[in-house]
């Protein structure tokens, strides 16, 4: 994307996106009219180390660069990715559980063999610790042996689940396409797959903390992935809760094959759930397991909040196959009621484009946003306006932002360039947010 595309913040009448502080989902992003003023925290003021662009007052320090040495004698490995944070070890403390997307090359997660699932494999996740002034105390390799490990999605116990976003590569000793339970404590970590959650490209994880019923997307294509559900067969609450397996659903909206097809914000349907013949793949990919199933292009990542399980689409193209054309939608499922709603679509051209990462803001009810589209790269925010505004700029590269997540106390934004790989704990006067 350029920068005259780009070009200034857009605001409107489409809708707006708003997420509580609980993580939910009431509307959507507004992408046509003309913002008014300077919302969210002022404009970007260029980083003299040609890094990182931050609203003035703001200031970003880096952790955990892909290549830099670890205690143990390993490297921190690159592809950097979805993250989640967990209340460290001593208060004011944070630990940081960050996915590495490698597949079959990159810095090789180095780390004792009751950790590692497939040797030919450089995926896997790191565990960092950092003080309340965001110096890093402590960093691990926390899981390796797995491939391409793009998000994933904090349990309600707890936990990070890790997804592989394949379904096998050249030269591996073990399957591949499982989600793995990581305990950001250390002690509790098996390199063992959940494999009730299914075999396929993962991407991201919402789990109700009611039912523990577990809510997956999948990234892939020849044909699209699907939306799934896994509902355990035991009501567990703690670290490898899912092992006693369950049953994997896919999810079907009647005469919807395809969700790019749908494009107006607010439109509801009914949805009915489809056991999937074999979850382990065995024979066939999970998704190519149907004849009759509801499809979307770039199925990316999940969150729950207020009762409702929310995916995004980060885009739909005609030309790869799709029924219609967007640069973004964001869906809310309400088990509740078994319907699935359009909270919000990004028109192609517009301001921004491919959503992939969101999290919480705790200042102004809004979110931040990672973006991972072409050209230049921001995180974009959302006041209690439902205006959006740049909150940073990758000033280094075109890679895309990942990992966005705040701190447990809400006093530092971390995020990750993914390549080359850097994690940023960004901190500031957060409530001078302009509505």
Known sequence: ?????????????????????????????QTSAEAVGAPGYGELVPDPKGVLDLPKGFTYTTLSAEGDAIADGARVPGKHDGTATFPGSRLGRTRLVR?????????????????????????????????????????????????????????????????????GFAGQTKSHGWVFEVDPTGRRTKAEPLKGLGRFAHEAVAIDPLTRVAYLTEDASKPFGLFYRFRPSRLGFGYHAYMSGGQLDAMLIPDVPDLA?????????????????????????????????????????????????YFVASYAKTADG??????????????????????????????????????????????????DGSGEQYLVGSTLRNVPFPMARNAFNDSEFTGVTFSPDGRTLFANRQDPGVTFAITG???RLHL
């Open 1 to 29: 994307m350029s920068v005259s595309r780009r070009g200034v913040v857009k605001g409107g009448a489409v809708g707006a996106m708003s997420i509580a502080l609980a993580g939910s989902l009431d509307t959507v992003f």
């Open 99 to 167: 996915n590495h997307e490698q597949t079959a090359s990159g810095v090789k997660p180095v780390v004792r063999a009751d950790l590692v699932y497939d040797p030919a494999a450089y995926g896997g996740t790191t565990t960092l610790e950092v003080d309340r002034n965001n110096r890093l105390v402590a960093q691990e390799i926390s899981l390796a042996g797995t491939a391409t490990n793009c998000a994933g999605g904090r349990t309600p116990w707890g936990t990070w689940l890790t997804c592989e976003e394949t379904e």
């Open 429 to 431: 006067p957060w409530l």
């Open 261 to 309: 097809s749908v494009t107006e914000p607010g439109s509801t349907f009914r949805v009915k759930w489809v056991k999937v013949p074999d979850p382990e793949a065995a024979a066939t990919s999970t998704r190519k397991q149907f004849d009759t199933i509801t499809r979307s292009q770039k199925l990316e990542g999940a969150w729950w909040g207020r009762g409702k399980a």
């Open 322 to 371: 799709a029924t219609g054309n967007h640069a973004g939608q964001v869906w809310s499922y309400d088990p509740r009621r078994e319907t699935v709603k359009l909270e919000m679509i990004f028109k192609p051209n517009g301001r921004f484009e491919s959503p992939d990462n969101i999290t919480v803001s705790p200042y102004g009810g809004g979110v931040i946003l990672a973006e």
